[in-house]
Nanobody, 121 residues
């Protein structure tokens, strides 16, 4: 499984941004694809996850109601739409994949490279 994240950038607080994770390789419908983020000096934090089939979404409490994860099967991407961004959302965002949803949130088997999101106040 190969993952390629894109879409990061600089945005003002209250703004929006859309991240995209292009996935390729042997990915069955039950696979879980998700997003994590990491601030320098802190542990990587789970953000959101979804099954490749498009069901079973799950969000961290810190982004619930502001972020939406979705699958675009025409492009083979998992997108993260982020609205009402806050300075504390500033981080490097990584996409990840795993055959299991639980395992994805705890110890993903596959990682993509990160994309930097900076939210200015």
């Amino acid at each position: 499984v190969q993952l390629q994240a894109s879409g990061g950038g600089l945005v003002q607080a209250g703004g929006s941004l859309r991240l995209s994770c292009a996935a390729s390789g042997r990915i069955s419908s039950g696979y879980a694809i998700g997003w994590f983020r990491q601030v320098p000096g802190k542990e990587r934090e789970f953000v959101a996850a979804i099954r490749w089939s498009g069901g079973s979404t799950h969000y961290s409490d810190s982004v619930k109601g502001r972020f939406t994860i979705s699958v675009d099967n025409t492009k083979n991407t998992v997108d993260l739409q982020m609205i009402s961004l806050k300075p504390e959302d500033t981080a490097v965002y990584y996409c990840a994949a795993d055959p299991g949803l639980y395992d994805l949130e705890t110890s993903p088997g596959y990682w993509g490279q990160g994309t930097l999101v900076t939210v200015s106040s």
